[in-house]
């Protein structure tokens, strides 16, 4: 589990093949890693990766074929720098919101404006899970919680500020840009029990329908 709080920016120094799999060697930057050790998961753009072998600088993670097909790393090249942060922990400060780091689709820049300090940002986004997303709701767009400031057809819009825009990979965006999104796991939530809610009410209408031909003769 993360929060979508980016610790450091690090950088893809290898992408090595494994039949239709890849590994992936991040060098972490800043992040510290006196505290992790093989097994563990670090959301890496996003998306929550496994380390299998590490160093104090770096890590290596297994890309399985479906994190391949579902997330933008399947354009991934040596050099593109990445948002990293490191599971959360019991005594984290909850700063952004509930991330799992399980990608629900890719997204893509396309409008980018410069607005006084701040840049704003368009984001098309798949049309099957544009319902999740809320105007001033959460969404995870590589890895960062943010804030979603307005909607259109199958798009939203985020207005980036300064110290977001120097802490993590958003200040590069540039229009055609792909994108991994995660939308709040709480809308997830509740439309699986709004949709439980409605089927249960449907079949107890079904059944009381079913008694009540029964005990009038009618079946």
């Known amino acids: ?77 040596v050099g593109d720098r990445v948002n990293l942060e490191k599971a959360m922990l019991p005594t984290t400060r909850f700063g952004g919101h509930i991330v799992s780091g399980h990608v629900d689709g890719v997204g893509e820049i396309v409008e980018r404006a410069q607005v006084g300090r701040a840049i704003e940002f368009w984001i098309a986004l798949p049309e099957d899970i544009s319902r999740y997303v809320a105007e001033k709701g959460s969404i995870t767009v590589d890895g960062i919680s943010l804030t979603v400031n307005a909607l259109r057809h199958n798009a939203f819009k985020l207005t980036i500020i300064p110290h977001t825009s120097s802490e993590t990979t958003i200040h590069s965006f540039r229009v055609g840009r792909q994108v991994n999104l995660e939308v709040d796991v709480m809308a997830r939530y509740l439309e699986r029990l709004l949709s439980a809610g409605a089927s249960e009410k449907h079949e107890q209408r079904a059944s009381m329908t079913f008694e009540f031909l029964q005990q009038n003769g009618f079946a």
């Open 1 to 77: 589990m993360f929060t979508g709080i980016v610790e450091s920016i690090g950088t893809l120094t290898a992408i090595i093949p494994k039949g239709e799999d890849v590994s992936i060697q991040v060098d972490v930057g800043s992040l510290d890693m006196s505290d992790v050790k093989p097994g563990d998961s670090i959301a890496t753009n996003g998306v929550c990766l496994t380390v299998v072998e590490m160093t104090e600088s770096r890590y290596t993670a297994d890309l399985s074929l479906e994190t391949l097909n579902k997330s933008s790393f399947a354009h991934a090249q």
